[in-house]
C-alpha cells in the first residue's frame, strides 16, 4: 500500500515563506514525475509545480520566480518551498506522485493536502 503524505502548510505573513513536504511511504520501488498542485476557496484545482526525475522542472506562471519544487529520490520525498507569498497563494496543496510500487502498476497517487493561508 503506496501513501502519500503532505506537510508543512500553515499560516504566514504576505511576503512571508512556507517550505511543504510530501513523502511516499508504503512498497515504493521508483518514483517518476512528482506534481503539486493547489485548490483555492472556490476554485478549481490547478497545478503549481512539477518535477521529473531528472530534475526537470514545470510551474505555472502565477508562481514562477517564487516557488522552487525539488526532491529527494532516496527519501522518496518532493519539496515546495515557497516565497514572496501572496494572499491568493492561500490553498489546499496536494501532491500527486506516479508511483511504481514493488509489485503491481504504475498508478497516480495523490496525498489528502494541507491547507496554506496567506495573510495580508
Known amino acids: 500500500q503506496v501513501q502519500l503524505l503532505e506537510s508543512g502548510g500553515g499560516l504566514a505573513q504576505e511576503g512571508g515563506s512556507l517550505e511543504l513536504s510530501c513523502v511516499a511511504s508504503?512498497?515504493?520501488?521508483?518514483?517518476?514525475?512528482m506534481v503539486w498542485y493547489r485548490q483555492g476557496p472556490g476554485q478549481q484545482r490547478e497545478l503549481v509545480a512539477a518535477?521529473?526525475?531528472?530534475?526537470?522542472?514545470n510551474y505555472a506562471n502565477s508562481v514562477r520566480g517564487r516557488f522552487t519544487i525539488s526532491r529527494d529520490n532516496a527519501r522518496n520525498t518532493t519539496y515546495l518551498q515557497m516565497r514572496a507569498l501572496k494572499t491568493e497563494d492561500t490553498a489546499v496543496y496536494y501532491c500527486?506522485?506516479?508511483?511504481?510500487?514493488?509489485?503491481?502498476?504504475?498508478?497516480?497517487?495523490w496525498g489528502k493536502g494541507t491547507l496554506v493561508t496567506v495573510s495580508s
Open positions: 500527486k506522485a506516479q508511483i511504481a510500487p514493488r509489485m503491481g502498476p504504475i498508478l497516480d497517487y
Open positions: 508504503g512498497s515504493v520501488y521508483a518514483m517518476n514525475d
Open positions: 518535477i521529473n526525475p531528472n530534475g526537470l522542472r
